[in-house]
């Protein structure tokens, strides 16, 4: 096999490369190490006859001749846009199985300074979408996942149910975070639980706590999960002192009930608005 033809089915394998990879690639295989030659003499006559196509500066995808207009895999694409990352929200709900609809727009969690503009396929196949969102805790309620002959990084189920309470617009908004959650926690283990409480204490916000909290019994009463809230029994003693949150904005409902449980405001139709399709669709 020839140097370039060992080339591009390294791209093909892989979908989508740094070009790091490249340059690690070529001097370990093709025994290449001068960048500039590589991309002389084998990267632009490639891009040039079609072969692979520039995504960003420094990654490229492999492009499927019989399918030319199909994207590459958005989540290996995503997963090399930043070093410093994890899939989450919307994604890491579609990787861990619990996503109740299509998530078209692909999450990617990276440092403080470290965002990206959003990042869009060309025209002809305008399906997905890639965006960031800047964190401080990228260490965290992280796993690797084995994809298509890659590792992602995406939040754990633990961190996953956190951070979309936390952000629910990047995973659909409270319907659909929702739905999707309730899907997540019916494959809770108790190790998932243990990990959410530790989280919850690293993340060291009261009012996190109780929305998560009262999500969990909401969960584990009006849809019946046989989920044990031992875990978290620490938690809610914690959230339990002091002054009550609010589970949303003060100013979105005027009419809301205290849950003692966990000391947080909720609106009156809380249950009905957001639990009684659930049952529905059982």
Known sequence: MSKKLALLSFIQKRQTVTLDELYRFAAERLQINDKKYL????LYSLLKKGHIVRQRRGLY???????????????ILASKLRQHYYLGYGSAL?????????FTRIIVAVEKG????????????PRYSIHSTEMSDLKNGLR??????????????????????NQPQLAGGWEEVIRSLDLLVSNFR??????????????????????????????ATVESLP?????????REWVTSGSPSYFFSRSMYEEVIRNKHWNIYIPVDFVERYFAAQRIGR
Not at 191 to 210: I, M, Q, R, T, Y
Request: negative net charge; without cysteine; proline residues 7%.
């Open 114 to 125: 470290d965002g990206f503009s959003p990042f869009g396929f060309p025209e002809e196949y």
């Open 39 to 42: 991309y002389s003499a084998y």
């Open 190 to 219: 108790l190790d998932d639980l243990n990990e959410l409480a530790l989280l919850l204490e690293v993340f060291g916000s009261k009012s996190l706590a109780a929305r998560v909290g009262f999500l969990l019994e909401m969960f």
């Open 61 to 75: 995808s492999i492009v499927d001749i019989e399918q030319p207009n199909i994207p590459p895999d958005p989540y």
């Open 227 to 235: 989920l044990s809230l031992d875990s978290i029994k620490q938690t």
């Open 144 to 165: 690797r996942i084995p994809y298509h002959g890659e590792d992602l990084i995406i939040s754990s189920a633990a961190r996953t149910f956190i951070d979309t309470i």
């Open 94 to 102: 579609d990787l861990l199985g619990a996503a109740s609809a299509l």
